[in-house]
């Protein structure tokens, strides 16, 4: 998130609170922009390699966003559209006076820097505002829009809401490629615990942060978290073993659902400093980058005192998670 003064706060209070207004944003995009709308530009859109990152929060995501994005190959959304989500384009105009600043941490203060320019998950207000059917229909036009803004071929999108949207996305946009990276459950388990504690001393300290993070349907930490899948023994948030338990249901899904479809593709994030497992996964999303610098290996750490069965379930989730990883890396390429 980045400081907004006044304004730019009431703004977004204005065009991201109510669902009447970002769909008739939305609207008056399509008809103001209604010539870019031919046939062939929508045929060959849909039919772009379009990346979906989507996965547990605390797994590389942004790093992963980041080092696709980097190769200038893709458009995907920016702190420059905001509050404009829902029209893109019409931000360029309301937009205009916004100045580059200087790259700043952002608000997980977890090491990666932010500008005006810098990708971000913003288009989960789309699909928060729209029915599964509405977004079958209209995601090609949204991302029509966003291709049209920035001059591009392919869209790149993170957003961690989107796993369970698998389906319908897919049938919107029959060639999207979907990457759900993981981590060590220890590591990844502790920083999940760890920001969730960092926000709501943020959400208690800054109130407009928990509405900018509502608006925008994050509600991954702090006085806004939801559990991605209901607990079974493990309720109590300040519990390590309550994070852990929500990584093991996330990522047995995210097993199943990488059988079931052909276009989605589980990444290790532990391996993405390994050339040659980045080389294949450049060859799967059809891309060039090899600059490793992106991914940052953090060292394994503990917090807490861990429920034994369930570390052992996780550890062994992790290994199924990496073979599945490895198979599909190696069949893709042998085609």
Known sequence: MISYNFIDR?????????????????????????YIFTEDFLSLSKKENHIFISSL????TTSLLNYIY???????????????????????????????FLPKLRFHNDGIYIDLDSPEAFDNVFFDVF???????????????????YNKKRYLSKNNN???????ITKSLKNTIFLTPFRDPKTQ?????????????????????????????HEEFGFLHKPWNKSIKYK???????????????????LEISKNYANHYLVCYEKLIDINYLKKLNYITRTLNTETDFFKISQNVSEGDYDTYLLDRSNKLYIELMEASFMAFTNKNDE
């Open 189 to 217: 388990c502790t920083s999940l615990f760890r920001q969730h504690k960092h926000f709501k001393k943020i959400h208690k300290d800054n109130k407009f942060s928990k509405r900018y993070m509502t608006f925008l349907g």
């Open 57 to 60: 929060p605390r797994s590389g």
């Open 131 to 149: 029915s599964n059917s509405e977004i079958i229909e209209e995601l090609p036009n949204y991302v029509a829009l966003i291709l049209n803004r």
């Open 10 to 34: 009431l703004l977004h209070d204005i065009f991201l609170n109510y669902s009447f207004v970002k769909k008739s944003t939305f609207e008056l995009e399509k008809f103001l922009f209604n």
């Open 70 to 100: 980097s190769g200038n190959e893709f458009a995907s959304l920016t702190y420059r559209d905001m509050p404009f989500i829902l029209a893109p384009n019409l931000s360029t105009k309301f937009n205009s006076q916004k100045k580059f």
């Open 162 to 168: 989107l796993l369970n949207k698998i389906e319908i």
């Open 236 to 254: 109590n948030t300040s519990d390590i073993n309550y994070w852990l338990e929500q990584w093991v249901l996330y990522y047995e899904i995210a």
